[in-house]
């Protein structure tokens, strides 16, 4: 990305450039539904595209030696209702029939996203440049609780280091 595209980002924008990068995290899955509990490791490969309009992520996650989980997710920002927005499609299959939108609070982002089969939460936190928490909460139809789904500590690593990408 040319510095002369960045600069002319809104503040928007700019703030998604802090997901850019390649990631490594362990986490911890909790036992529902879909998978059953336990800890995992984690590999993201985050890139800025369009001049920064754009940070298209890639992940996987490993289990036993593994691959247990996949989604490519596509973050924006709609500037005219300033929300981010995340597109995500994963190796569950479940097409989304709208993008998670959200608002940063500090260094905290916080997206959700509601389907016929309930609300899904996911909370970044930046605890500096290179290290970030991640914690995924999915709320069942009809339910009024949240329940955890995974959570994990990613640190920022070389990009030549990661596995799969």
Do not use: C
Not at 5 to 34: C, I, M, N, P, Y
Not at 84 to 96: A, E, I, K, L, Y
Not at 101 to 111: A, F, R, S
């Amino acid at each position: 990305m040319n510095t002369a595209s960045f600069s002319s980002l809104s503040d928007g924008h700019k703030r998604l450039q802090a997901l850019v990068g390649a990631w490594r995290g362990g986490e911890e899955v909790s036992d529902t539904q879909w998978a059953d509990g336990g800890p995992a490791t984690s590999e993201v490969l985050a890139e800025a595209e369009f001049g920064g309009q754009f940070v298209v992520q890639r992940y996987r996650q490993r289990r036993d030696g593994t691959i247990s989980f996949g989604s490519h997710s596509v973050f924006g920002f709609d500037q005219q209702n300033s929300l981010v927005t995340m597109h995500q499609f994963d190796s569950m299959g479940f097409v989304p029939a709208s993008p998670a939108t959200g608002t940063w609070n500090g260094d905290e982002l916080v997206l959700e996203r509601s389907s016929p089969r309930g609300a899904a939460r996911v909370t970044y936190v930046f605890d500096d440049a290179d290290t970030y928490r991640m914690r995924l909460h999915f709320k069942p139809a009809g339910s009024d609780g949240w329940q955890d789904m995974v959570s994990g500590l990613y640190r920022r690593v070389l990009p030549s280091t990661l596995n799969g990408f």
